[in-house]
C-alpha cells in the first residue's frame, strides 16, 4: 500500500479477509516511517478496539521503524538504485539464507530484526528494526 493507512484501518481489512489471528499467524511486514506504531499500545478508536489492533495474539510485527523514528533508504547494488534499508536486507537475508542464524532453514521474526539490525549497523545506520512480540519467533521465510 503506498498511502498513509492506519492501524484501525488495516486490522479492519485483514477481519474483513477473513483471517482470524485465533486460528492462523498473522504477520505484518511494514516499510515505513513511525511504522512501530502498528503495535505500540495506541488506537484511534479504543472502543472498537478493547485489545490494541495488532498488539494481541495472534500477531507478529515487523516493522522497519518504532512509533517515532523514520525510514531510511540508500543506495545498493550495482546500480546504485534508492531502495528501503529494511526492506533491501530483509529480501537479502531471505534469498541468500544469512538471515537464518541457526541455520534450521526457517526465518524468524528475531532473526529477520537481528539480521536487518547488523546490516544497518554494518553500514553506519541508526535505523532499528521494531518487533512485537519482542520474542519474535514467528517463522516468516522458509527456504528448505
Same mark, same amino acid.
Given at each position: 500500500?503506498?498511502? &498513509?493507512?492506519?492501524?484501525?484501518?488495516?486490522?479492519?481489512?485483514?477481519?474483513?479477509?477473513?483471517?482470524?489471528?485465533?486460528?492462523?499467524? %498473522? $504477520?505484518?511486514?511494514?516499510? +515505513?516511517? /513511525?511504522?512501530?506504531?502498528?503495535?505500540?499500545?495506541? $488506537?484511534?478508536?479504543?472502543?472498537?478496539?478493547?485489545?490494541? +489492533? &495488532?498488539?494481541?495474539?495472534?500477531? $507478529?510485527?515487523?516493522?522497519?521503524?518504532?512509533?517515532?523514528?523514520?525510514?531510511?533508504?540508500?543506495?545498493?547494488?550495482?546500480? @546504485?538504485? /534508492?531502495?528501503?534499508?529494511?526492506?533491501?536486507?530483509? %529480501?537479502?537475508?531471505?534469498?541468500? @539464507?544469512?538471515?537464518? #542464524?541457526?541455520?534450521?532453514?526457517?526465518? $524468524?521474526? +528475531?532473526?529477520?530484526?537481528? /539480521?536487518?539490525?547488523?546490516?544497518?549497523?554494518?553500514?553506519?545506520?541508526?535505523?532499528?528494526? /521494531?518487533? #512485537?512480540? @519482542?520474542?519474535?519467533?514467528?517463522?516468516?521465510?522458509?527456504?528448505?
Amino acid at each position: 500500500h503506498n498511502d &498513509f493507512v492506519m492501524d484501525v484501518e488495516l486490522e479492519r481489512w485483514i477481519r474483513d479477509s477473513h483471517l482470524n489471528p485465533r486460528t492462523n499467524q %498473522v $504477520t505484518l511486514i511494514l516499510d +515505513a516511517c /513511525y511504522s512501530g506504531s502498528f503495535a505500540d499500545g495506541e $488506537t484511534r478508536y479504543p472502543e472498537e478496539f478493547q485489545l490494541r +489492533a &495488532f498488539m494481541k495474539p495472534g500477531y $507478529t510485527v515487523l516493522a522497519s521503524a518504532n512509533n517515532k523514528t523514520e525510514s531510511v533508504q540508500a543506495r545498493f547494488g550495482e546500480e @546504485g538504485r /534508492y531502495y528501503g534499508v529494511f526492506t533491501y536486507h530483509l %529480501v537479502n537475508g531471505f534469498l541468500s @539464507g544469512a538471515a537464518d #542464524y541457526n541455520t534450521d532453514g526457517k526465518i $524468524t521474526a +528475531a532473526e529477520s530484526r537481528r /539480521y536487518i539490525d547488523d546490516q544497518s549497523r554494518n553500514i553506519g545506520l541508526d535505523q532499528r528494526v /521494531y518487533l #512485537y512480540p @519482542g520474542d519474535g519467533g514467528t517463522r516468516v521465510f522458509q527456504y528448505k
